[in-house]
């Protein structure tokens, strides 16, 4: 098993008589153990990396297509080659940008008497 906190050397020359240290030194390279397991720094992939051609891709989409959603949705209903089931789903969609909702509204009389009605009768004169 290697230890990862020990520098391991490997020499070029394999004997046993190495007198001059100089020349071990110089023979010798440092093998560096890996981390095993665990976080290590600049491991895994950049920030940014997945999205950045995607982002690219619909900036470009949009500087060449420059339609709002509903100027889309209008297209398809004054297009005469949409199936009618089509223009209708794209007017569902679009009508409340066009067209807002009216606003719900309660009315107040004050007080609980009963409203008197008065019908009467006009004789025309022809």
């Given at each position: 098993m290697i230890d990862p906190k020990r520098t391991?050397?490997?020499?070029?020359e394999h004997g046993e008589d190495?007198?001059?240290e100089n020349e071990i030194?110089?023979?010798t390279t440092e093998i560096k153990v890996p981390n095993i397991g665990g976080k290590r720094p600049g491991a895994g992939r950049p920030f940014g990396a997945k999205t950045k051609k995607n982002w690219?891709?619909?900036q470009?989409?949009?500087?060449k297509y420059q339609h709002?959603?509903?100027d889309y949705?209008?297209?398809?209903?004054n297009n005469p080659m949409s199936s009618p089931e089509r223009k209708m789903y794209a007017a569902e969609k679009a009508a409340?940008?066009?067209h807002p909702r009216l606003a719900s509204t309660t009315s107040k009389i004050g007080t609980d008497e009963p409203i008197a009605i008065k019908v009467s009768w006009q004789k025309d004169d022809k």
């Open positions: 391991y050397t490997n020499h070029k190495m007198s001059h030194n110089k023979s690219k891709s619909m470009e989409m949009a500087e709002s959603p509903l949705l209008l297209a398809v209903l409340p940008f066009v």
